[in-house]
């Protein structure tokens, strides 16, 4: 299997913040990568696919980028509805993998 | 607009079976796509449980493979889990997917709201 490791496991950011979240992969995945955003008590959002592509309908202050066995999450003027926990996904194998998530919460 | 709704037991015994149905709305199964079953323990992070492509084939989890039997109709535009032998340790809100082929194997883009199984006795 291959392994998700996402950093910080949480982070405390205020609004209008830079805030820069890592997946790393245990192989190369080359840019199979996804993230999603998950708030309390809801489904998880598709944000970003490809590792740097952006979802239909999801804001520009987001951004990915990374290939091979490190990624990034970037989210530029952190707003209020952006405190949520977010994952990164695999899809290199059809055993996808998923991160342990990032918690971004009010500092 | 592309819609998933699961349906089941919210609670199981233990030793018994879980089994979960998921069905999809505003769009065709026999289109093709992947269809998953990703569950969430509580307080816990995500972790895929296994996948369906619209042909039948099936893809585990690897600890889960000998108990995990995932099925089709596209006749009625619905996929199915059934888990065996759960144990506490199932416990978890199942959520089902469609997973998007894009030149990697797929990733989820619309997902249901998700069903909360608790395993207990």
Same mark, same amino acid.
């Given at each position: 299997?291959?392994?998700?490791?996402?950093?910080?496991?949480?982070?405390?950011?205020?609004?209008?913040?830079?805030?820069?979240?890592?997946?790393?992969?245990?192989?190369?995945?080359?840019?199979?990568?996804?993230?999603?955003?998950?708030?309390?008590?809801?489904?998880?959002?598709?944000?970003?696919?490809?590792?740097?592509?952006?979802?239909?309908?999801?804001?520009?202050?987001?951004?990915?980028?990374?290939?091979?066995?490190?990624?990034?999450?970037?989210?530029?003027?952190?707003?209020?509805?952006?405190?949520?926990?977010?994952?990164?996904?695999?899809?290199?194998?059809?055993?996808?993998?998923?991160?342990?998530?990032?918690?971004?919460?009010?500092? | 607009?592309?819609?998933?709704?699961? $349906? @089941?037991?919210?609670?199981?015994? /233990? &030793?018994?079976?879980?089994? *979960? =149905?998921?069905?999809?709305?505003?769009?065709?199964?026999?289109?093709?796509?992947?269809?998953?079953?990703?569950?969430?323990?509580?307080?816990?992070?995500?972790?895929?449980?296994?996948?369906?492509?619209? $042909? @039948?084939?099936?893809?585990?989890? /690897? &600890?889960?493979?000998?108990? *995990? =039997?995932?099925?089709?109709?596209?006749?009625?535009?619905?996929?199915?889990?059934?888990?065996?032998?759960?144990?506490?340790?199932?416990?978890?809100?199942?959520?089902?997917?469609?997973?998007?082929?894009?030149? @990697?194997?797929?990733?989820?883009?619309?997902?249901?709201?998700?069903? *909360?199984?608790?395993?207990?006795?």
């Amino acid at each position: 299997d291959i392994q998700m490791t996402q950093s910080p496991s949480a982070l405390s950011a205020s609004v209008g913040d830079r805030v820069t979240i890592t997946c790393r992969a245990s192989h190369l995945i080359s840019n199979w990568l996804a993230w999603y955003q998950q708030k309390p008590g809801e489904a998880p959002k598709l944000l970003i696919y490809q590792a740097s592509t952006l979802q239909s309908g999801v804001p520009s202050r987001f951004s990915g980028s990374g290939s091979g066995t490190e990624f990034t999450l970037t989210i530029n003027g952190l707003q209020p509805d952006d405190f949520a926990t977010y994952y990164c996904q695999q899809y290199n194998s059809y055993s996808v993998t998923f991160g342990h998530g990032t918690k971004v919460q009010v500092k | 607009q592309v819609q998933l709704q699961e $349906s @089941g037991p919210g609670l199981v015994k /233990p &030793s018994e079976t879980l089994s *979960l =149905t998921c069905v999809v709305s505003g769009y065709s199964m026999r289109r093709g796509d992947y269809w998953g079953w990703i569950r969430q323990p509580p307080g816990k992070g995500l972790e895929w449980v296994g996948s369906i492509y619209y $042909s @039948g084939t099936t893809y585990y989890r /690897p &600890s889960l493979e000998s108990r *995990l =039997t995932m099925s089709l109709d596209t006749s009625k535009n619905q996929f199915s889990l059934n888990l065996n032998s759960v144990t506490a340790a199932d416990t978890a809100a199942y959520y089902c997917a469609r997973g998007i082929k894009d030149g @990697g194997p797929y990733y989820f883009d619309y997902w249901g709201q998700g069903i *909360l199984v608790t395993v207990s006795s």
